[in-house]
């Protein structure tokens, strides 16, 4: 164990999200951040007139040359109790002389919020990549099963038969909505601010709405048009409450899984490695749905990190500080925790084994019940009101001791037998015609999503 992973108790620092979101929210990427809107502010005050511009390049510099360590920080911070005061105090010593410059005319939330901006916009990319990934690979499932016969469940039970590419591209469509969704909050949570103590800009004169628009399109961001000393927390619930919606999807597929593989189902199941892989310390025959059950379980506590944002909302007046202890954990957990969602789910669906066969089984099984509404339509078609052919069905369908199969009870029956022959009953239970609309409109669904997977 390497120094210092004992010590180690969030198991998101050893045991969720891949390292490249990890590195997204740790400490030295927040202090690079945070250095880079320092930066920016410097640089524009050059721009125009209000630093001198040696003194906005040496910080400039000392940002790019990476002299400020997290150190050096940290033990400013112990002595000042302030940590954007000790990021300021940093960066002005590496500055050299023209570091009396750094920070000025800002106020803290200048930094940390743009510097969150910044952040959210990272995050957002990748969560979009990986969620584009995923609806790829459910479109190109549904692709293949198109018209791979299954029986719908309703309520746990069968209903009426369905496709598996059709399942599949419904969770497709879903997930492209959210892609949607996250293209249209994108602009919203990644908004800074350089407008001083209450948001009015005084600090910074009649170059007030220069200065600020000079940092944002130097760091690529836009501005909140009306921040207080903070930008607005809406922009945050709005954010955590999307991933909470996203995490609902992500349950549902999910649990689509892990219902899909029980023992008496199994038509489908997520990819086992049988050279290694062990479901059960004890009993070695499991094969178990273990990353659609973390999802699940990761799901349940991003929606529950959805609260405290909302929470935040109503802060005093212009601000507190009620807000900023929870931010530290929600924003960054709830979004490493969706993109592990997203990772996991996608590993599951790439290597998903559809069992064709035993979908066909279960559609045996069902004894034709599953097409119980095609003879209804067809009995009321031939003259028979639906009430009557409804209650036909519902007592041709009842449970008997020794069980037939649908056809030969409908077969048998008086009022099915003078509207049908017996070669007519077997056509109107046979599901082919329900599989052949399931894969009709999962090709039409292909043909308006596909072409929305471009990058």
Not at 126 to 146: F, K, M, Y
Not at 153 to 163: E, K, L
Not at 300 to 319: G, I, K, Q, T
């Amino acid at each position: 164990m390497a120094d210092g992973e004992a010590d180690l108790f969030c198991p998101l620092e050893f045991r969720y999200g891949r390292p490249a979101t990890r590195r997204l929210f740790s400490r030295e990427r927040r202090l690079e951040r945070a250095l880079r809107v320092e930066a920016a502010l410097a640089l524009t005050e050059a721009d125009l007139g209000m630093i001198p511009r040696e003194a906005a390049e040496a910080i400039d510099r000392a940002v790019r040359e990476r002299r400020v360590t997290l150190d050096r920080v940290d033990a400013l911070e112990r002595e000042l109790r302030h940590d954007v005061m000790a990021i300021a105090r940093a960066l002005g010593e590496a500055a050299g002389p023209g570091g009396g410059w750094v920070h000025f005319g800002a106020t803290s939330a200048d930094i940390t919020d743009t510097a969150l901006a910044l952040e959210h916009q990272e995050a957002i990319l990748l969560l979009r990549g990986t969620l584009t990934d995923l609806a790829r690979s459910l479109l190109g499932l549904a692709r293949r099963h198109r018209a791979t016969a299954e029986v719908g469940r309703t309520h746990g039970q069968y209903a009426v038969p369905t496709s598996f590419g059709y399942k599949m591209a419904g969770a497709a469509a879903e997930l492209l909505r959210h892609r949607q969704r996250l293209d249209e909050l994108a602009p919203r949570v990644a908004a800074g601010k350089i407008s001083g103590a209450v948001g009015t800009g005084a600090s910074f004169g009649d170059l007030a709405a220069a200065v600020e628009e000079g940092v944002m399109r130097r760091l690529g961001l836009v501005a909140d048009e009306a921040p207080t000393q903070i930008v607005g927390r809406d922009r945050f619930a709005e954010l955590t409450n999307f991933l909470a919606l996203l995490a609902g999807t992500l349950e549902r597929l999910a649990t689509e899984v892990r219902n899909l593989q029980r023992s008496e189902i199994a038509e489908a199941a997520e990819p086992f490695d049988e050279t290694s892989q062990v479901g059960s310390s004890t009993m070695a025959q499991k094969r178990n749905p273990m990353a659609s059950e973390n999802v699940t379980s990761l799901a349940r506590l991003v929606r529950a990190l959805a609260l405290p944002p909302l929470e935040n909302m109503a802060l005093w007046h212009e601000r507190d500080l009620a807000n900023s202890a929870n931010e530290r954990v929600v924003l960054p957990h709830a979004l490493l925790l969706t993109d592990d969602m997203l990772r996991k789910l996608l590993g599951v669906f790439e290597g998903l084994r559809v069992d064709e066969d035993r979908m066909r089984e279960n559609l045996r099984a069902a004894g034709g019940t599953a097409m119980t509404e095609n003879l209804m339509l067809a009995l009321t078609a031939r003259g028979i009101p639906r009430a009557e052919a409804h209650e036909l069905l519902r007592r041709l369908t009842r449970p008997e001791v020794p069980a037939r199969p649908l056809a030969a009870r409908a077969v048998a029956d008086p009022t099915v037998r003078a509207h049908f022959s017996e070669a007519e009953v077997l056509r109107l239970l046979d599901p082919e015609s329900y599989v052949a609309a399931a894969a009709a409109k999962t090709d039409r669904i292909l043909a308006r999503l596909s072409p929305g997977l471009d990058p």
